[in-house]
């Protein structure tokens, strides 16, 4: 069966970083889109980031454009969200979800469980 298992959540300062990974299983890494999406407190669903199956192409939102970065290993079928100069309302429980497609279509049949992003002094 399909599984998505995010880890490397936790407390982070602004100005900080964290590296965010999704580890997938049940399924032909390589042949899908990904993406990452978030959901703070109180508040909806946020798409972060996708990436192309191959990895050629990548897609931010402004909100994370040029501190965020989306990678992935089809290797070790692992897909990656670095998180740079983060900022306190990058607080969020950050998901990854598994595309319908090679390339992002924002259609998604699977999500993981999240991990807790905190960003305190």
């Known amino acids: 069966q399909v599984q998505l298992v995010e880890s490397g959540g936790g407390l982070a300062q602004p100005g900080g970083s964290l590296r965010l990974s999704c580890a997938a299983s049940?399924?032909?890494?390589?042949?899908?889109?990904m993406s990452w999406a978030r959901q703070a407190p109180g508040k909806g669903l946020e798409w972060v980031s996708g990436?192309?199956?191959?990895?050629?192409?990548?897609y931010y939102a402004d909100s994370v454009k040029g501190r965020f970065t989306i990678s992935r290993d089809n290797a070790k079928n692992t897909l990656y969200l670095q998180m740079n100069s983060l900022k306190p309302e990058d607080t969020a429980l950050y998901y990854c979800?598994?595309?319908?497609?090679?390339?992002?279509?924002?259609?998604?049949?699977?999500w993981g469980q999240g991990t807790q992003v905190t960003v305190s002094s």
């Open positions: 979800a598994k595309d319908l497609r090679w390339y992002p279509s924002y259609e998604y049949d699977y």
């Open positions: 049940g399924f032909t890494f390589s042949s899908y889109a």
């Open positions: 990436i192309y199956s191959d990895g050629s192409d990548t």
